[in-house]
C-alpha cells in the first residue's frame, strides 16, 4: 500500500512565526504536491515538484515556499505565518512524473494561526 | 478553462436506496478521471481512475462511469458507512503549458446515509 506520511496532524501557531511542514511518502513517487483545503473553496493547489530539487507553483503559492531535497520528501515553508492560512494542509504524491495519474494522500495537518 | 463541476452538493439517502452522483467536467483533452473519498478531518481516499468514455470501475457498493462530458458514480444499496464526501478530479492530456500531472478538483458531494 502507498503510505503518505505528515508530520502533525494538528498544528498551533502564531501570527509571523516560521511553519515547517514535512511529508514522506514510501513508493518511490516522483511527483509530490501541497494543498489546502478550506470549506467552500475545495482543493488548491500550492505548490507541486515533479523531481527532487525541482518545484513549480500551483494556482495560491504567494506565502507559501517549498523544499524537496530527497525524492521521498517534501516540505511546505510558510515564511512568516498569517492568520489566513489557518487551513488543512494536505501532501499527495503520484508514481507517473509528467505523465501523473492519480494522486495518494496523507492524513493531512490542520493548522491553525492565532 | 478546464473545470469539474459535481451535483449535487450535498445528498441524504436512507440505507439501501440506491443513487448516483454526477461529476461533469471540460477539459482540453482528458487525461484521467479520478474518484475520491474523504471522510470528515481525514485525507482523500483514492477510489478509481477512468481513462476513456465507456469505462466502468466497481468496488463494492461503487460503480464508477464515464461519458466524453461526465462521470457518474453509482452507490447500490448505500450503508452508514458510505457517509463521507466524494471528490471528482481531471487531468487534461500533457501539450499545454504548465501541465505536468496536476489534477483539477471539484468541490465535491457530501453523502450521508442514515440507517
Known amino acids: 500500500d502507498v503510505k503518505v506520511t505528515q508530520s502533525s496532524r494538528y498544528l498551533v501557531k502564531r501570527t509571523g512565526e516560521k511553519v515547517f511542514l514535512e511529508c514522506v511518502q514510501d513508493m518511490d513517487h516522483e511527483n509530490m504536491f501541497w494543498y489546502r483545503q478550506d470549506p467552500g473553496l475545495g482543493l488548491r493547489l500550492i505548490y507541486f515538484s515533479y523531481d527532487v530539487k525541482m518545484k513549480e507553483k500551483g494556482d495560491i503559492p504567494e506565502g507559501y515556499s517549498v523544499s524537496r531535497e530527497k525524492k521521498e520528501r517534501f516540505s511546505l515553508i510558510l515564511e512568516s505565518a498569517s492568520t489566513n492560512q489557518t487551513s488543512m494542509y494536505l501532501c499527495a504524491s503520484s508514481p507517473h512524473g509528467l505523465v501523473g495519474g492519480e494522486q495518494y494522500f496523507g492524513p493531512g495537518t490542520r493548522l491553525t494561526v492565532t | 478553462e478546464d473545470q469539474v463541476t459535481q451535483s449535487p452538493e450535498a445528498l441524504r439517502l436512507q440505507e439501501g436506496e440506491s443513487s448516483s452522483l454526477n461529476c461533469s467536467y471540460t477539459?482540453?483533452?482528458?487525461?484521467?478521471l479520478f474518484w475520491y473519498r474523504q471522510d470528515p478531518g481525514k485525507g482523500p481516499e483514492f477510489l478509481f481512475t477512468l481513462y476513456s468514455a465507456g469505462e466502468e470501475k466497481e468496488k463494492e457498493r461503487l460503480k464508477a462511469t464515464l461519458t466524453k462530458k461526465e462521470s457518474f458514480l453509482h452507490i447500490t444499496a448505500p450503508k452508514p458507512e458510505d457517509s463521507a464526501t466524494y471528490l471528482c478530479?481531471?487531468?487534461?492530456?500533457?501539450?499545454?503549458?504548465?501541465?505536468?500531472?496536476?489534477?483539477?478538483f471539484g468541490q465535491g458531494t457530501t453523502l450521508q446515509v442514515k440507517p
Open positions: 477539459v482540453s483533452g482528458l487525461r484521467g
Open positions: 478530479a481531471v487531468q487534461a492530456r500533457l501539450g499545454g503549458s504548465g501541465n505536468t500531472g496536476k489534477l483539477i
